[in-house]
């Protein structure tokens, strides 16, 4: 089943439960609206499950004990979880959506000779729908290690068994190569779809993620128009009135539009949804609140703190004009990224707020981080100081950084510094959980962590969780999935579920 949602606003949604190809794509806005279809599985993504699962179970969220988020956050899973049912399900519906994109590329290049569509408009489609096929991937092989891999038409609705997760990695290389071939630069196609930079960001990030450096360093070094914005506009990377801005790469858009009660809350795509939860979650309700191992990784000159936690009697909203607890708020601390209070005095559970998958900032990190496994360590150190110039903070190699207990002087001492940059920079954006995994860090920071006692805030507590880096890496194959596909038994469930 596909639903057509538009990036643009202005584009309606349109049910195309019995679409045809045979007398589709003959037109610029069948092209288009088949493209858009392939976008809106993200938008049910981060509803909500798109942000829970790596935020919670990171070290940088802890959970209040709603149901949605606990689980996760104290490693409770198993394989009937609706959660993760919901996550693998969006998925792969979105996958759909670009295969069906994908199968008819003969059918749209032939059409293009009597209708209002070009073959560079036939590519930009097709890279499109190569790019978020590929992202869809990453977020499940991420999740779940292997999984099935469907890429054609004719085989879509075939019980199919797990593919290694070798083979989903070299599925989301190929795809995202063509799609860095085929998609437009940013500033020449429609606000809010995939550009060629954004696909040559993904691409480095699954290089990185694949310990293949040389290539990842190719795929950074083709990315420009993009640039990091001044401290002054640094939150216009998380609220609503800076969507779009030079330093977003990729962002899931939504408009606020809710639909029914049952629509709004289902997490399916059908109906006219498009808001997420994440500013009442996070800022409202405090369902994953800022563990105060984030908090306390923060220098303590540094603005970027103010601009992401909100602390009881610190100021908020346009110009500052508001002192938090905002209301219907609790008490603080909480995330004030990707809430409606950098533009609202109060939160509500429909967020317009568009979720940023990628900016400029991370790929600036990645960037230092695969030049220090490439053995340039200047070349990282400087990439880093790009980060901390922008921050107006201390740089690093200054003996003010070194008194602070980051010197740079070898290898182990630099990388320490991405990881703490990475922190702070990019924390509560779902990328700490896979960098600690990426580093192997993840038994030693995930098994037990500072928390905050938030009904006694001079009371620290040590909160043990039950991480097992053998099993916890990746979530359980949804039991639905076993008992349905013939072709993925118990005996292929991951270890440890």
Known sequence: MLLFVACDDEVPVENTNALNPEIF???????????????????????????????AMSDEVVSSGDPNFAPFNRFELN??????????????????????????????????????????????????????????????VKRFGGVPLKTDLATALDDTPRATADAVYGQIIADLQLSTQLTFPKGTTEVGRVTREAAFGLLGKVYLHREMY???????????????????????????????????????????????????????GVGTSEVTFHSQEYAGWGNARPSSKVIAEFEDDDPRFDIAILEDGTSYGPGDAFEFPCPGCGGGPVWYKFSQLYDEESVSENSSVNVRIMRYADIILMQAEVELNLGNNTGAVDLLNQIRDRAEMPRYGTATMDARGYPVNTTEQIFDAIVHERFVELCAEQVRFDDLIRWNLDDQELSIFPDQNFNNPDESLRTVRVYDPTVHRVMPIPQNEIDSNTEIGQGDQNPGY
Request: charged share 20%; with cysteine.
């Open 214 to 268: 040389t290539e990842a360093q190719q795929a950074f070094n083709n990315i420009n128009n993009h640039s990091l914005l001044p401290l002054e506009n640094y939150r216009d990377n998380f609220s609503e009135t800076g969507e779009h801005n030079d330093e977003s790469m990729f962002e899931i858009g939504y408009n606020g539009e809710v639909g029914t009660e049952s629509e709004r809350w289902a997490q399916t």
């Open 79 to 140: 394989a009937t979880l609706g959660g993760i049912a919901q996550y693998w399900t969006a998925c792969f519906n979105g996958v759909g959506a670009c295969n069906f994109v994908i199968g008819n590329e003969e059918r749209m290049r032939t059409n293009t000779a009597t209708n209002d569509f070009s073959q560079a408009d036939v590519d930009d489609a097709l890279g499109q729908a190569y790019f978020l096929r590929a992202l869809y991937y990453f977020h499940l």
């Open 25 to 55: 794509f003959e037109s610029l806005a069948q092209v288009e609206a088949a493209v858009n279809a392939s976008y809106n599985q993200f938008q049910v993504l981060y509803q909500r499950n798109g942000y829970i699962f790596p935020d």
